[in-house]
């Protein structure tokens, strides 16, 4: 499956001679001639595996920290056709402001006391004015998944499994017309096979001390392919949510007076994928997972 390479790195002016070196020793010679590229913030594109270890041999020999290896993957339309499972992410009117959220309701009944996970949500998801999507009929907050009411009816109507539509509302209170995806049914936890995430260990990284659910984190080195065994898939609805938790729950230490959960990725059927691809719709990205 093609994956395309990239670095990038931040180097002083002062540096730049020394970094035309280290381009000249991993024979990137478009870099080399270009000093718009030599110094400051960059994003370079590398032909193969065989540069990004020449790359890193020429950063030691001249004394510069390596450039940051980038892996994203790229497939194409007949690879998502043919995948038995797709992870799917809304980056389109996207949020970072995760749960739990000014103005919501929340039922901390069965939340892990340490990280909050398990924590669940009562009131109509709430937005801020400028959360809410000024085009298109798609959004997300941190992982959740916003459609337009026009969008969610046809969803509605395709009577996907493991699915259901919450109401969202703006900071007073007010009907929007926009719906949460409510999805809730576990993945089993992936398997070895599983690229482009790492484990936290330390500090404000290390897992959940109580329950140990949490702690995820993206690779940037590797694209994010995740990875089950076969058996689960058969077991799964439409609509699905990873086991592992990206990201650390600071629920009993709130950073700055602020609590936070860690997220978990949605995983959908093929179904799911083709009802997108068929309308065409800007903002959402589907991989494929790997099944084993
Ligand atoms: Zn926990």
New binding site residues.
Partial sequence: MPEKIYVTYNYLPQDRARAQQMFLEAGLLDVVVDPTLLSGFQKVCLPNEDTVSQLGLAARLQALPAPTVHRVFEPTARELSAARLLHMFVWIHHSHEGHPRPGMTYDASGA?P????GLRQTSPLMITGKEIPKSGLLGSIDDDVLVHDSLAEEMYAAGFTGLAFGDVVDMQGHALPWRQLLIDHPMPPMIAAARGLVRGRTGTEAP?V?????GWFDAAAEPFIPAYVGESVVRMPDFARTAERFGT?QWARPVHGRRSLASRRVIVRPAVYAFFRARKLRGVRFTPVSVA
């Avoid at 340490?114 to 996970?117: A, L, M, Q, V």
């Avoid at 109580?210 to 949490?214: A, I």
């Fill in positions: 892990c340490s990280c909050g996970d959940c109580t329950c140990g659910c949490d729950g």
